[in-house]
């Protein structure tokens, strides 16, 4: 069974640095690009950026480009979602998913999401 | 940057036929995808490759797409239909991908 799990909810101040991550496991986690989708308070879904596992390859929304940096760790299954310095514009739930393939990059399989609070 | 219009709010009673409609520049060379968003849950695809509908969604989905407008339909909507709707798309290079600004349904 394929399954995504992230991290658990993260509440910081302004100027903080955070990582959360996605945990893959059913299926082989190298092969799969694994994206992020930020969806704010009482808003809609925002594509953030996908990467391949297996070489690092990224691909980031020009929306989100600086802002945000996606990586992945094959050797444990794990991508992951890096700010350095948090605003509290970052407030939001943060979707990793898994794209079923290259040239149909939609996502098949979701995390839970991760709840990030950035508040002073 | 590339986006995708889709019109904020539809309602329609339940049992009657609920369109969503999704445009985009691209669209005519690029697939649309449909996900479906109920509150505090992750999205749910509903309809892939403009007009394929997953497993286990129910037939009353279906999707079509023609030139820049593509239009998710929801023949005789039901009460759990309720849900906001995004549809989902590459830009012209398939290097990036949007998502529509959303529809919210209401079916009452």
């Known amino acids: 069974e394929v399954q995504l799990v992230q991290s658990g909810a993260e509440v910081k101040k302004p100027g903080e640095s955070l990582k959360i991550s996605c945990k893959g496991s059913g299926y082989s986690f190298s092969n799969y690009w694994i994206g992020w989708v930020r969806q704010m308070p009482g808003k809609g879904l925002e594509w953030m950026g996908i990467i391949y596992p297996d070489n690092s390859d990224t691909r980031n929304s020009p929306s989100f480009q600086g802002q945000v940096t996606i990586s992945a760790d094959k050797s444990i299954a794990t991508a992951y979602l890096q700010w350095s310095s948090l605003e509290a514009s970052d407030t939001a739930m943060y979707y990793c998913g898994r794209l079923y393939s290259t040239s149909s990059a939609y996502f098949d399989y979701w995390g839970q999401g991760t709840l990030v609070t950035v508040s002073s | 940057s590339y986006e995708l219009t889709q019109s904020p709010s539809v309602s329609v009673s339940p049992g009657q036929t609920a369109r969503i409609t999704c445009s985009g520049d691209a669209l005519p060379k690029k697939y649309v995808y449909w996900y479906q968003q109920k509150s505090g849950q992750a999205p749910v695809l509903v309809i892939y490759e403009d007009t394929k509908r997953p497993s286990g969604i129910p037939e009353r989905f279906s999707g079509s797409s023609s030139g820049t407008m593509a239009t998710l339909t929801i023949s005789g909507a039901q009460v759990e239909d309720e849900a906001d709707y995004y549809c989902?798309?590459?830009?012209?290079?398939?290097?990036?991908?949007?998502f529509g600004g959303g529809t919210k349904l209401t079916v009452l």
């Open positions: 989902y798309s590459a830009d012209s290079s398939g290097n990036h991908w949007v």
